[in-house]
């Protein structure tokens, strides 16, 4: 594949270019057959318009000298990358970038995911994405910093931020509770073909092969996240019986296979995972062993949404005065303080210690902090036990 960037053209321009070009393939393949070289005509069309932008663009004109103007080419080896969404995610891997802004470019102009979608997994407001966005487009013109691949060595130093881009859209498709479930399939089922396919380059270690795992085990329980009424489901509510055993059996092979001196990660989450998918039911999970893994987990890297989780697993695991005491210090985080999650997690736990006038505060808060509808009607669920719990 061939990637091709104007040097004095920014993104904001080129994504316009890039926009036009695939609505006249809907108007044009519409009327015609599709093209042989699909990608070739895309190409094509992308760079006369290119062409016409600059001449038509005065200032433009004078930095290019009105007809000539820079063409960078940039050939990927084809032995090392074959899919070519993956080629990309090495790509926006630059070193000249900060990693905030690394991740944020790939998920919007490689995966293609909305501003709101991305603030949503960084835990960033719009506004702030928004703002990286605008100066990462400017960095990357006046830097002139090209999208090129490089050799393997030094591909090899880009791979742990391939890793959580991908692992960052998994989890988009898997998490989230917005759109149709063909949707969140397509996000989980990308991630896992471009991670099989780095699987099979000369790129992938062993924490790809940990990734890999989990990604495979949570794939096994995403049809039972949604009742067939559309119904958000927690891990206590799910059916067991829909789990797909083949996926949990590949992915028990795949952290088998990962098994390294350096632990990483991927590596304490697909544990976990791997725990949840072999308990026979939900009060069989093996919490104390989880609530361990969680620890190191946090010793690895400090996150406040692994210690929700953290948080969750404590209480399963007969520890709920510890568990409480960690949530209600998360309460007090700018961000957790408004995340809809951590307050019907709070909402959930109180009603099972049967505080319902506390779960119903927290719930309602948290009804407000959504307004994605499945997790709404979760919500409300949980609310019409508490009031039901009430009147009885």
């Known amino acids: 594949m061939l990637l091709y960037c104007f040097r004095d053209m920014d993104m904001a321009n080129a994504e316009d270019i890039v926009q036009d070009a695939f609505s006249a393939a809907l108007i044009s393949w519409k009327e015609d057959n599709m093209p042989a070289n699909a990608e070739g005509w895309l190409f094509k069309v992308c760079r006369n318009k290119a062409i016409n932008k600059i001449k038509a663009d005065k200032k433009l004109s004078m930095v290019n ?40 470019i790939t998920l919007k102009y490689v995966i293609n995911l909305k501003v709101e979608a991305i603030a949503r997994i960084l835990a960033m407001s719009i506004d702030g994405i928004d703002k990286l966005l605008v100066r990462s487009r400017q960095k990357i013109k006046d830097e002139k910093i090209l999208f090129e691949e490089l050799p393997a060595g030094t591909l090899n130093k880009r791979i742990p931020v391939v890793h959580k881009i991908l692992y960052l859209v998994f989890n988009e498709g898997y998490k989230s509770s917005w759109g149709k479930q063909l949707i969140r399939e397509e ?155 951590l307050n019907t997690t709070l909402g959930k736990l109180y009603l099972l210690e049967k505080d319902h006038a506390k779960a119903k505060n927290y719930l309602l808060a948290a009804l407000k902090q959504t307004n994605i509808l499945a997790e709404k009607d979760f919500i409300m669920r949980l609310l019409e036990k508490t009031i039901n719990a009430d009147t009885t």
């Open 187 to 341: 996000l989980c089922e990308e991630a896992l073909m471009m991670t099989k396919i780095l699987l099979e380059s000369r790129l992938a270690n062993n924490e790809t092969c940990a990734l890999y795992a989990l990604m495979l085990f949570n794939a096994a329980r995403l049809r039972s996240r949604f009742s067939i009424s559309g119904a958000l489901l927690d891990l206590e509510e799910q059916d067991r019986n829909v789990w797909n055993q083949d996926l949990i059996i590949l992915g028990s092979k795949y952290l088998q296979q990962s098994k390294d001196v350096t632990v990483s990660s991927y590596h304490y989450e697909a544990a976990i995972a791997y725990l949840h998918c072999i308990a026979g039911n939900f009060k069989a999970t093996r919490w104390n062993i989880i609530t361990g893994l969680y620890q190191r987990l946090l010793q690895l890297h400090s996150n406040p949404f692994i210690e929700l989780n953290y948080a969750i697993a404590l209480y399963y695991s007969g520890k709920k005065e510890n568990a409480f005491s960690i949530l209600k210090t998360l309460h007090q985080h700018t961000f957790l303080h408004q995340y809809y999650l």
């Open 65 to 104: 000298g009105a007809e000539h103007f820079d063409i960078h080419e940039t050939v990927f080896p084809e032995s090392l990358i074959k899919d070519q969404q993956l080629k990309l995610l090495f790509a926006c891997a630059h070193p000249g970038l900060a990693p905030k802004a690394q991740v944020v």
